[in-house]
């Protein structure tokens, strides 16, 4: 039988006294506001582009294409993972197109020709006698600050005030060192992507909090039963934490994973029947399976249009017990994420009503409070309880800000 020690309201971060309200409607709707947010909260924030097995080999690459920026992440011939902006510095142009692909020795932009090394230097422009003589370091392809961890690849595209991804996690560090990720390879050839009419923030809002999941969620709720908890926004990360119940499940997914699930020999007893979530603050989770390893992230086209990215890795010496629980854990994820998806729906819709007056979160709910805040501290714009004037969200938003400052 599993212990498992429900934490109490204080435990999991909830004051006995706090603001149960969220963030102003009009901040689920804003254009203006969503440009404000790709600067101060997307560009300047870590965000994960890959894992290193994405790109095992000399010449490998994905691009990366989140708020107007794009990314290229590439191995060099000596064997370094480098991360540039996919920009040729002659026009603009991409000089890799597609989402991932091989170019063994030298990048070509498709525009004019002019031509680059692995390691991002300028080898040579096209016609050189029509062009004055160019550095190769200086105008070569603009790197992308980037920090590797436990083998995933965070990108930075503007400085900002977090620390790296390590100090980040580094409370957590014991725990998903277990995992040994570095390791890991991809369970699929691509990244999944798909585009939904709603605010970015509507999904964070969602997946922030488990006190829907006995509602919404009936393969989780066989999955857990009780035993799911989530532990707010602190210093950077949330952290979510589900061990299976006693019960076999009713579902064929619940119940065959359950019961095909083997071993793993590399996890402490309280993770080897256990689903793990570490949120990075603002939009991206990475979920610890016994077999597998996720990520997913959302980021926004415009008010209503999100994008929400991720990728599943796996053990390089994937057992058949192994690959088959992978694939059980995917159909659960899979079905919750569906219902998820009519859970954002609704909430964004909400917020256009007339009889929308805000919302009253539960002790249960109080890390959607905690990113609220957040957000707030970093675009404190969306203090404002009614939007601003037309053509002044990134004015007064900079003056608001200097004044916390």
Known sequence: MNTIVKPSAEAMGAPKEWDRSGLPAWTYGSDELTEVEKDALFRRHWQIACHISDVPNPGDYISFDMCGE???VMRDKEGEVRAFHNLCRHRGARVLAGDRGECPHVITCPFHGWSYNLDGTLRSPAVPSSLPKLDPVEHGLKPIEMEIWHGFVFLRFLPGDQPSVAT???RHEEEVAQYKMATMVPAADTFWQHEMAVNWKSVRDVDNEGYHVAKAHPGL???YGSNYFDEPLNNGTSRSFGQFSDHPGRSWSVRNYKNILPVMENLNPD???AWLYL?????VVIGFYPTSVIFYQEY??????TVQRGATYRYADETREMRLSRYLAERIDRDTQDEDTQLIEWSCEATESSAYDGIILSDRE????CYHDAFRAAVPVMCLPQEPEPNTMAKINASMG???G
Do not use: H, T
């Open 402 to 404: 200097s004044k916390q």
């Open 366 to 369: 109080y890390n959607v409070r």
């Open 70 to 72: 794009r990314a290229l």
């Open 300 to 305: 926004p086209i415009s008010a209503r249009r």
């Open 279 to 283: 949120g990075i603050f603002p939009n």
């Open 168 to 170: 980040i996690f580094a």
């Open 221 to 223: 709720q066989e999955l």
């Open 271 to 273: 993770s080897q029947k």
